[in-house]
């Protein structure tokens, strides 16, 4: 047996020795290759520097900067789609957004990564539905923010291991169709509705792959879908059944040129200050008067008369009451009288009503129109009042209008105005401040219109929503003020309309139904319908209902539609498959998280609730969170009248003045109103918006998210983000170049403890651990401002402008060096791979593509198990913090930065280049400090540009420092010297701070003069007085410094 044992350890000694031959071989064949590239690189650039010198000193570079041109060629993706990108090729010399996001979204996409797991495997659950977009239409700003935001959350928690699911879907909105059903049939007018959706719903998922959202397409929806269809209806039979939806004739916001009821989220108010003529939809090029307040007389008998005062002459010819308040002395003799109508055979009563009646108001004396204003319907129903219906369905006037029918509705205003003033009954008119509701699609006058609707009553489950927030099962962020909003709202809920007069949508499952024979019943009453999936169901519901064979029924189903609210407040689970138990329905819902604007925190958030409790017996989510409403930088609404509505894509792939000012023109905007949207443009983008980068807009977007009501979107700070990609781009690049043959530590040993790391080291990894921490708060508390300032910080300020520039005397070290220095650098070169890879791993959920671009440029850890950086791990704060938070090494770095600081301040002032490398001379008088500052001097050198640094020990008492040396104080332990003999001009110096200071002087002289006024102390507010004082306080202090430098610069003179 011992032989065969001895054979066996020679066999696995000899396949060890073999292992480590290759890796040996490996990693001399890498270093071989990174050598030939290098000299490969040095080659071209002999080449260049030779070209150069053949053109007399000019090349390809000078000249297009020269002309101004972009040196960037277009860039053709050649990577097959859902293949792999091919990375092999050197680096480019700086970023550019098309390049780098081609080609990695399909294959995200063909990897699966945006599907979930066939099994979750005891992971957390995390899922979203997407607020499904109109499909007609195509994403704005607002679509951009929300999709950039959910795409941050569903990201971050991927990385962190949970069973996410972000499910994609669109809105059939039906009313976004209505303006063009009149020129075509229903049947032909559905069709083409079904073209525009394939031919736009198409449109907007493809700008949603551009915005790098990762959406499971796998599970796309769309409110018509059989599917999402079978719930709609299932819901409405339901609610029927339960008495919930009723039919009843009511007031609606009616749009006379769509010929339809709308929501209130589809009324979009103006405030008219004083008189207007305005043009109105439908009657052609005439003006008609706004914001005035028309007099006219009712007459009471043949010798007196009641003056009413209204902005809405033309509704008079409803009028069914006149009301007058029941104190009012003026009207007491009036009590129990009638008036006579002018126009039609009617009398109309005199009523007394304290609730609608205002006596300082206008004459005190109040028309009475119960079909046409809702606070007139209100009080027709507390006076029993006549309830007349003037107009026709398209603003017409109908048979009750008398000589007035079949008029235009603002025509019939200017013909009741000539007609009392023929009749001596017009008694003048006055402004009157107003606020107008117009149709938000047609930009028609909405009219309040009485027309029998369907409605759900929502007052049951209205309590259970504000219950669920009440008792923490539903979470609303920011609590202030939207839990106070959802509160008023629901505990004051109205009923729901929730019909459409439209061709497009959920046809309503309802049938009127009758006996053969019979008349047809009043349409207006519930009594006299079912509702039921199908026309066979309502046969025999009816049947039933009216005691009769099924072949003496005759039903007649509902033309309307359902409001496509009615079919969103089911999304969260109408996906799923509801009112099926699907396995993805067990699976996935509730959902976790729904993210909207506050904008729609009723129409939408609250009516999901409310369903979803109802039907479910489950939240739909567990919380809500509300992003504020995109703003320009000027804090104005994104109006197309103001020039300030910006496309996404016109952010990520740049746009100039003149096309901006095209698309200007696709629109329905009137020749004045162009005019203004193009001299806003000019004001606000005078060179265009440049290409930006979808990484970029998604980055700066998430970064206003600090919960606030609104942001002021300033396309500059986008432009900045740019600039920062080409920052990570350039520190990505250099470090690619100092990492070849470095070997980044395995995950398994990556938290061991290294005696080889510096105190810098210490410091990033402690900031790299801080930046997590604060980072992994900002995304689970939805304050992405915060996780994108720290992701932002750490590159910026620590990786880029402390770490690199700390370690460049390391990474160039080569093998002649010691093995210490060599042991040095290899612990650099680990330390600045971490940096690299989880601080891109920080950043992947705001900037996929730039981060998952570089992240595979990257080497690799070998037990690395990620294919791809938005499938890899997201750094664990807890990990981190316990293994790499080192306080006294932020505190050591600090200090070194406080005193880079003020050297750099110094340089400022004397006018130094990167270039001029005087000595630095730190004089320290606390010997703890010294302790802590010395190994640090080297990097304290490098972020200075300093040829040496050195301490003056003074711990025995000051040393004074001699006049070529440039001093500041850091602290009352601490002062700063550079050497600046031979490398400045002190005349040019002297003139520039004289310069200054008489400038300054001036400011000074001239605010302290405004302070001794005779009024001054008397009439100046104090927080004036204070803040005067503290600028005169800045303004001494500065002149001073310019004394004393003037002071060190005739010194320095003297000393030349």
Not at 216 to 237: G, I, K, P, Q, Y
Not at 406 to 421: E, Q, S
Not at 731 to 737: D, E, G
Request: hydrophobic share 40%.
């Amino acid at each position: 047996a011992a032989p065969a044992a001895s054979a066996e350890l020679d066999a696995a000694a000899a396949e060890k020795l073999a292992k480590r031959e290759a890796k040996k071989a490996a990693k001399a064949a890498k270093i071989a290759a990174a050598k030939a590239k290098k000299e490969a690189r040095e080659a071209a650039q002999k080449a260049k520097a030779a070209a150069k010198a053949a053109n007399g000193g000019d090349d390809d570079d000078d000249n297009k900067k020269k002309s101004g041109k972009d040196d960037i060629p277009e860039f053709v993706n050649t990577t097959p789609a859902g293949e792999k990108k091919d990375l092999t090729a050197e680096m480019a010399s700086s970023y550019h957004p098309p390049a780098v996001e081609a080609a990695w979204y399909a294959w995200w996409q063909k990897q699966g990564y945006f599907t979930p797991t066939a099994e979750a495997n005891g992971r957390p659950k995390y899922v979203i539905v997407i607020p499904p977009p109109n499909v007609t239409g195509s994403l704005h700003l607002g679509h951009a923010l929300t999709n950039s935001v959910q795409d941050a959350l569903v990201r971050w928690r991927r990385m962190k291991g949970d069973d996410v699911l972000w499910v994609p879907g669109t809105d059939h909105a039906g009313i976004a169709t209505q303006r063009v059903r009149h020129d075509l049939g229903r049947t032909d007018f559905v069709k083409k509705v079904w073209e525009w959706k394939e031919m736009y719903g198409s449109k907007i998922y493809n700008q949603l792959r551009r915005l790098g959202s990762s959406l499971d397409w796998t599970r796309t929806a769309f409110t018509m879908d059989d599917n999402l269809s079978a719930a709609v209806t299932e819901c409405f039979v339901r609610f029927f059944e339960e008495g919930l939806i009723y039919r009843a004739d009511r007031l609606v916001n009616w749009c006379c040129t769509l010929e339809t009821a709308i929501s209130d989220i589809e009324v979009e108010y103006i405030d008219i200050e004083k008189p207007v003529q305005r043009k109105v939809p439908g009657h052609g090029d005439k003006t008609y008067p706004f914001g005035v307040l028309d007099k006219f007389a009712y007459k009471v008998n043949d010798d007196d008369e009641l003056v009413v005062a209204t902005t809405r002459i033309e509704t008079m010819l409803g009028d069914t009451a006149v009301a007058v308040h029941p104190d009012d002395e003026r009207y007491k003799k009036y009590h129990g009288k009638k008036l006579k109508h002018p126009f039609v055979d009617r009398e109309i009563p005199i009523i007394l009503d304290s609730v609608l009646v205002d006596m300082n108001f206008g004459t005190g004396a109040v028309k009475v129109t119960p079909a046409h204003d809702p606070n007139d319907y209100a009080t027709g129903k507390r006076h029993n009042l006549e309830f007349i219906n003037i107009l026709n369905r398209n603003g017409t006037f109908n048979e009750n209008g008398g000589e007035f029918a079949g008029m235009k509705r603002f025509d019939v205003r200017l013909a009741i105005i000539g007609k009392f003033k023929e009749m001596g009954l017009y008694r003048g008119k006055e402004p009157n401040p107003m606020r107008l509701g117009l149709c938000s699609r047609s930009g028609d006058v909405v009219e309040p219109f009485l027309t029998p609707q369907w409605w759900v009553d929502c007052k049951d489950m209205a309590a259970e929503a504000v219950k669920a927030v009440r008792t923490g099962e539903l979470e609303i962020v920011p609590a202030h003020p939207h839990t106070n909003t959802w509160y008023h709202w629901l505990e004051n809920v109205q009923d729901w309309c929730i019909s459409r007069q439209l061709w497009w949508g959920h046809r309503i499952p309802a049938y009127l139904i009758s006996i053969k024979g019979d008349p047809i019943p009043d349409d207006a009453e519930t009594k006299n319908w079912v509702s039921a999936p199908t026309v066979e169901e309502a046969r025999a519901k009816a049947a039933k209902k009216l005691g009769v064979p099924e072949d003496d029924v005759v039903l007649t189903q509902d033309e309307d539609v359902l409001d496509t609210w009615f079919s969103s407040g089911l999304f969260p689970f109408s996906v799923f498959g509801w009112p099926r138990e699907t396995d993805d329905f067990k699976r996935f819902f509730p959902t976790s998280v729904l993210e909207t604007g506050h904008d729609i925190l009723f129409f939408w958030v609250a009516r999901m609730v409310m369903m979803s409790q109802k039907l479910t017996g489950k939240l739909p989510f567990k919380q809500v969170l509300l992003h504020a409403m995109v703003r320009d930088a000027h804090n104005r609404k994104m109006s197309k009248s103001l020039g300030n509505v910006i496309d996404p894509l016109h952010c990520i792939e740049g746009i100039s003045l003149e096309d901006l000012h095209e698309t200007l023109k696709s629109g329905n905007l009137g020749e004045s109103e162009i005019k203004k949207a193009i001299a806003g443009q000019k004001a606000d983008y005078p060179k265009g918006i440049p290409e930006c980068g979808t990484d970029a807009l998604r980055f700066g977007l998430c970064s206003y998210m600090s919960q606030g009501r609104s942001i002021n979107l300033d396309v500059n700070r986008v432009v900045a983000y740019r600039h920062f990609c080409n920052k990570l781009w350039n520190a990505t690049r250099f470090a690619l170049t100092h990492l070849e043959g470095a070997e980044p530590s395995p995950h398994k040993t990556l938290y061991d403890e290294d005696t080889n790391r510096t105190g810098i080291e210490n410091w990033l990894l402690s900031r790299l651990a801080a930046a997590t921490a604060t980072s992994e708060n900002g995304l689970a508390s939805f304050q992405l401002a915060e996780a994108t300032d720290a992701a932002y910080n750490f590159w910026m300020h620590e990786l880029c402008a402390v770490f690199l520039e700390a370690i460049k005397p390391w990474v160039y070290i080569d093998d002649s060096a010691s093995d210490e220095a060599k042991a040095r650098k290899a612990s650099v070169q680990r330390t600045l791979y971490t940096a690299l890879d989880m601080g891109l791993r920080l950043l992947h959920p705001f900037m996929p593509f730039v981060t998952e671009e570089l992240w595979q440029r990257l080497p690799h850890r070998p037990d690395e198990p990620a294919e791809s950086l938005m499938m890899a791990a997201f750094p664990d704060t807890d990990v981190l913090n316990k293994a790499w938070s080192n306080k006294q090494a932020e505190e050591d770095v600090k200090l070194m930065n406080s005193l880079a600081d003020q050297v750099r301040s110094l340089r400022g002032e004397y006018r130094l280049t990167p270039k001029q490398k005087p000595t630095l001379t730190v004089h320290m008088t606390d010997a703890d400090e010294i302790k802590r500052l010395t190994p640090l001097l080297e990097t304290l050198g490098e972020l200075t540009w300093t040829s040496s640094v050195s301490i003056l020990d003074a711990t025995a008492g000051a040393v004074k420092s001699n006049t070529t040396q440039a001093c500041v104080g850091v602290s009352t332990s601490i002062e700063v010297r550079l050497t600046v003999k031979g490398f400045v001009n002190p005349d040019a110096l002297i003139k520039t701070a004289q310069t200054r200071q008489k400038k300054m002087q001036a400011k000074r002289d001239h605010l302290y003069k405004s302070t001794q006024t005779v009024y001054y102390d008397d009439k100046t507010p104090d927080e004036v007085k204070k803040s005067n004082q503290e600028t005169l306080d800045s303004f001494d202090a500065q002149l001073l410094a310019f004394e004393k430098s003037i002071k060190n610069f005739e010194a320095l003179k003297q000393e030349a």
